[in-house]
């Protein structure tokens, strides 16, 4: 195996983790001490109405529910737009990685287009022989020839399996 499979492959991979990061950031969000802080305060105030629970003190308990719903309605505003401000700002990054993406297999594509990337025996790659090769069959070596086009969707696949099974293992936003 050639040292140019080696590096498109961890380039690939390396483009693949960067956007199952990006996914993970997205998904899992960050919270402000902020959004935190209201939390917290919500829950103590409506402990303290549930421990005013006799007649005497329900205009306390009541007014501390309104309170209370006030600020899980500023609450709510507030995680809509938290929201709304990371949501454009995953979305440049993905276009971004995106653009990076394009251009980076666009490159590769030119480098490697009439050099074979790998050579791998034949028996590995039964019976998809033919799908991988680029010019067909060494004849010195009898390995087939692998082309960028092929390595490039076997890697981004393999990459990509990689990144879903062991990315908790690799990435911790």
Known sequence: MSL???FVFLLVFALQLL???????RKRGAHSDELTKLRLEIKQL???ADQLS????????AKLKRLAAAKEKELAKMQEQDLKGKQSLYDKYAKFLLVTKVIIYAVLILCFW???VTTVPQHLLQ????????RGVDTATGHVVVGILPWLFL?????????????FVLVRP
């Not at 956007?19 to 950031?25: I, M, N, P, S, V």
């Not at 006799?54 to 308990?61: E, G, H, R, V």
């Not at 019976?127 to 680029?134: D, E, L, Y």
């Open 19 to 25: 956007d199952r990061y990006l996914d993970l950031a």
């Open 46 to 48: 409506l402990e303290e």
């Open 127 to 134: 019976p998809f022989g033919k799908m991988f090769s680029w």
């Open 4 to 6: 140019a499979s080696i």
């Open 155 to 167: 890697t981004s696949r393999v990459s990509k399996l990689l990144c879903q099974k062991f990315g």
């Open 114 to 116: 009439s050099t074979p």
């Open 54 to 61: 006799t007649p005497s003190t329900f205009a306390q308990a």
